[in-house]
């Protein structure tokens, strides 16, 4: 599936992942709500950025500077 703009679907029922935008045309309060929104569904969310470095071997790379959320990540490999 494919959104765009202000379409962000009211039911996630079906979805396995949400890969957003940097979100450069919302405000925080509407990505917070987003991501909210797929908190609650169960369904994880990520960026382009993210999704990006993962899929070209630098994810981990990219976390660095995130040293909370390297760890988790770390944990996660095991």
């Known amino acids: 599936m494919h959104y765009q703009g202000h379409d962000f679907p ?3 029922a079906g979805i396995e992942l949400v890969v957003h ?6 405000n925080r309060r ?3 709500s987003r ?7 169960g369904v994880p ?10 899929s070209l071997g630098i994810f ?3 976390l ?3 040293p909370a959320a390297l760890a988790v990540y ?4 095991r």
């Not at 935008?21 to 919302?26: E, K, L, R, T, W």
């Not at 770390?74 to 490999?77: I, K, Y």
């Open 64 to 66: 660095e500077p995130f």
């Open 30 to 32: 509407e990505m917070l």
């Open 74 to 77: 770390a944990e996660l490999r």
């Open 60 to 62: 981990q790379r990219a």
């Open 45 to 54: 969310i990520t960026n382009y950025g993210l999704t990006i470095a993962y």
């Open 10 to 12: 009211s039911d996630l």
């Open 21 to 26: 935008c940097g979100s450069c045309v919302h």
């Open 35 to 41: 991501i909210l929104k797929c908190r609650r569904a």
